[in-house]
């Protein structure tokens, strides 16, 4: 048992001290919404135009032409929703040593006040990253942004709002198809949802898969024979795994029948209620092309020292708040992201087990 009491007169020495971050994983915003747009304006609007797969009309003897409709354009209006972590430092935290810093210390306070910053700068930086991580998941798996915002610190009251693109291409597994089941049909669900992403107009990538999906998917004895049979022809399945700047990324192989790459995203976060929880749900499959959309961020308005309103557009806006009688000074990063995909049917999503119907 260590020995808590402190010998002046025995020398002693400061070990380094063991500081860890957690890693900040961003493969599916970096993967599917690569691009950055920042706007002067809190609201975006959009105007979105699809072109469709008309055939030209045959034309009788001594007609000109025929009228071919023109398609229009919708207008869209998104407002990023707002995030603001912060976190305070008085003088009372400046007073104990930080982390590594020996009992007998030239560390004045100053210091402490800036490496406290840095650090808190840095950490409140990846939580919007991972913010960002999950508005993507929500996309990607449901096409809703759900946007709860927090009225106090306790989190009791807050104001639920959902940003909805509308999307549809989504094969829900039920009864004797879910694919914990003998009759499921697994490689037939993976065409159909690669056909809806074809039917838009796009070639399906990438499959990324939550852990019961692979691991239901990996021991289907129809997928085996495919890959007995046609071997290479069919696929190379070979995991390993990677991890890059933090992702973690499990890369299982390329099916060249379905001409997908496939994934297992290995990377979690805490929700609102602290439940450590996987950006891709474990009944979740999402097959999309690369980059289908961008990440937006709207302008950030606040007072600034001069006691005037001051604008900014950017993808991160700090801000220090300083309150002179109490002696406490406050660090705030916000955001205004927003993913936009470009086309809400240039992805799919398989739901393995989406229960039993009722009757």
Same mark, same amino acid.
């Given at each position: ?189 993976? !065409? =159909?949802?690669? *056909? &809806?992403?074809?039917? #838009? ?10 852990? @019961? ?76 092309? !690369? =980059?289908?959309? *961008? &990440?937006?961020?709207? #302008? ?10 001051? @604008? ?48």
């Amino acid at each position: 048992m260590a020995d808590n009491k402190v010998n002046l007169y025995e020398p002693r020495s400061m070990a380094g001290a063991y500081e860890r971050s957690m890693p900040v994983t961003t493969f599916l915003r970096d993967r599917f919404f690569p691009t950055v747009r920042t706007f002067p304006t809190e609201h975006i609007d959009v105007d979105f135009r699809k072109g469709s797969q008309a055939v030209a009309p045959f034309v009788a003897k001594n007609v000109g032409g025929i009228n071919r409709e023109r398609t229009g354009y919708a207008t869209h209006t998104y407002t990023p929703p707002r995030t603001a972590p912060e976190r305070p430092i008085s003088k009372d935290v400046l007073q104990p040593r930080v982390p590594g810093e020996t009992i007998h210390t030239t560390m004045s306070p100053e210091e402490r006040q800036d490496y406290y910053l840095q650090q808190d700068a840095q950490e409140l930086d990846d939580m919007i990253s991972r913010r960002e991580e999950v508005m993507v998941s929500q996309v990607l798996t449901t096409g809703v942004i759900n946007v709860r915002g927090y009225l106090d610190e306790s989190k009791s009251q807050y104001v639920d709002e959902n940003i909805d693109f509308s999307f549809s291409n989504k094969i829900t597994c039920v009864d004797d198809d879910r694919w914990s089941q003998s009759t499921s049909k697994k490689l037939e669900d993976l !065409e =159909a949802a690669c *056909e &809806m992403v074809q039917q #838009a107009g796009y070639n399906p990538q990438h499959a990324i898969l939550g852990k @019961t999906a692979w691991n239901l998917l990996k021991v289907d004895s129809t997928f085996q024979k495919l890959l007995d049979v046609r071997k290479f022809d069919f696929g190379n399945i070979a995991p390993q795994l990677n991890m890059t700047n933090g992702n973690g990324v499990k890369y299982i192989g390329y099916v060249s029948e379905l001409g997908l790459f496939f994934w297992q995203y290995i990377a979690w976060y805490l929700n609102d209620s602290g439940v450590l929880t996987p950006y891709i749900p474990d009944d979740y499959i999402v097959i999309a092309p !690369e =980059a289908i959309g *961008e &990440m937006c961020y709207g #302008a950030v308005t606040q007072l600034e020292k001069d006691d005037r309103y001051h @604008t900014y557009e950017g993808t991160r806006v700090p801000k220090i708040i300083a309150d002179y009688k109490n002696d406490v000074m406050t660090y705030r990063l916000t955001s205004r992201p927003l993913p936009k995909p470009n086309d809400v049917d240039s992805w799919a999503v398989i739901d393995i087990d989406g229960g039993t119907t009722s009757g």
